[in-house]
Nanobody, 119 residues
């Protein structure tokens, strides 16, 4: 069994910052790409950023210049540092990871963490 558990969401004023964390646990042999997605009310889930095991990153245009994705492979953890937050960043943020579990490679999702940007 593999679990992804996010933390760090909350309410923040426009221009503020938040740092999201996601820890993968369970019978993990290896973790490939890890990423963050978000889903706002009435909208489709969209990629915010992802990072390969080697550290290559990919950011959505809306995240470039404001968000940074990083990971700690020793801790099976991925982070999303969000700066200069805008009301349009309000969404549920989901962690995603490709994980080798025993002999099977699957894609996993966390339960989501709410980020609300409002004054």
């Amino acid at each position: 069994q593999v679990q992804l558990v996010e933390s760090g969401g909350g309410l923040v004023q426009p221009g503020g910052s938040l740092r999201l964390s996601c820890v993968a646990s369970g019978s993990i042999v290896g973790i490939y790409t890890m990423g963050w997605y978000r889903q706002a009310p009435g909208k489709q889930r969209e990629l915010v950023a992802d990072i390969t095991r080697g550290g290559r990153t990919n950011l959505a245009d809306s995240a470039k210049g404001r968000f940074t994705i990083s990971r700690d492979n020793a801790k099976n953890t991925v982070y999303l540092q969000m700066n200069s937050l805008k009301p349009e960043d309000t969404a549920v943020y989901y962690c995603n990871a490709d994980i080798l579990h025993t002999t099977t490679r699957n894609n996993y999702w966390g339960q989501g963490t709410q980020v609300t940007v409002s004054s």
